[in-house]
């Protein structure tokens, strides 16, 4: 079987999968979801050669989990010449926060003081005056490989607090950042996500306290001057090579824009309409579908 387009098992719902699907048929492409169900049963066809993909879009894989089935299928498509968006090598060093901080900073971004703590270095490790006076406090503790808040510590007011992260996120590398604490307007905080898709950038309002999602209107654009959170992503791009990913940037009271979460890969892609609270807007969904397939279209006939 060759299919033109396969989709791991993505952390989304019915109208992510719809729209990709349709987008693909209208291009002439054909499309598989590789859902759980049947995962394994295509690790093996594929490891065989008897199935094969063009392009695959990464949505599931655990990057820190070796064993991980998705993990294991990205790697065999990578290793088999398949386009992957986005490849693991570049995926994962980019998606470690302690890898890419020092890259961001070498590169002029905006980005919190942060320290890097070693996993073996957390019980004996002990904060100079300088670096405790520039972290604040409370400060952030995050591990380099984490996501969806595990383990992230937000009121870090020690080195102790170090252990509390570890216990809920085992991983290589710590960071401990000061706090950013965005700028408010109207009830809500100054703070967004903005995706990234093959050279489009589309700005999200997100809530950090919230999860809540709206898209930001035109009056909204004008008054805040979002250009730059474009500018930040696109260079973030740049830098990395990633091809699709968002980013959390916050606007402080001092008017600065800061960049937060550097880069989230395997976007989530769970409508508004399926879950109003922490969904993304539909219309902001089905146009990252489009891109998504656009951009696959692109690549796989160079």
């Known amino acids: 079987m060759n299919t033109d387009s396969c989709d791991p098992a993505p952390a989304t ?3 992510f999968i719809h729209r990709v699907q349709q987008h693909c048929a209208e291009l002439g492409l054909n499309f598989f979801l590789v859902e759980p169900l049947w995962v ?3 690790c093996d066809q594929f490891a065989k050669g008897k199935i094969w993909a063009r392009a695959l879009l990464n949505m599931h894989s655990e990057h820190h989990l070796p064993d991980d089935i998705y993990h294991r299928l990205i790697w065999l498509a990578h290793e088999r010449k398949t386009q992957i968006i986005d490849p693991p090598d570049l ?9 890419l901080h020092a890259r961001l900073v070498a590169a002029g971004f905006n980005v919190p003081f942060t320290v890097i703590v070693p996993r073996e270095q957390v019980n004996s490790f002990v904060l100079s005056e300088a670096d405790r006076a520039a972290l604040g406090t409370p400060f ?5 490989m984490g996501y969806g808040r595990r383990g992230v510590i937000l009121d870090a007011t020690s080195e102790r607090d170090l252990t509390r992260s570890v216990a809920a996120w085992p991983d290589r ?36 306290f919230t999860d809540r999602y709206r898209l930001p209107i035109k009056a909204e654009e004008e008054q805040l001057a979002l250009t730059p959170l474009r500018d930040i992503v696109s ?3 740049e830098l990395t090579g990633m091809k699709f990913f968002s980013s959390e940037v916050a606007l402080t009271e001092s008017g600065e824009f800061v960049l937060i979460d550097y880069v989230n890969d395997q976007c989530h892609m769970l409508s508004q309409s399926a879950n109003p609270q922490m969904g993304v807007p539909n219309e ?5 579908a489009r891109r998504l397939v656009e951009g696959v279209s692109q690549m796989i006939k160079r």
């Open 13 to 15: 719902d019915d109208l």
């Open 40 to 42: 394994e049963p295509f």
């Open 91 to 99: 995926a994962i060093g980019t998606f470690d926060k302690a890898r």
């Open 140 to 144: 952030v503790v995050k591990p380099g």
């Open 173 to 208: 590398h710590y960071l401990l950042q000061r706090r950013i604490v965005p700028r408010a307007a109207n009830g809500e905080p100054i703070y967004f996500r903005v995706f990234y898709v093959f050279g489009s950038v589309w700005c999200c309002w997100w809530n950090c």
């Open 235 to 237: 260079r973030v791009a």
């Open 284 to 288: 902001l969904v089905s146009a990252i």
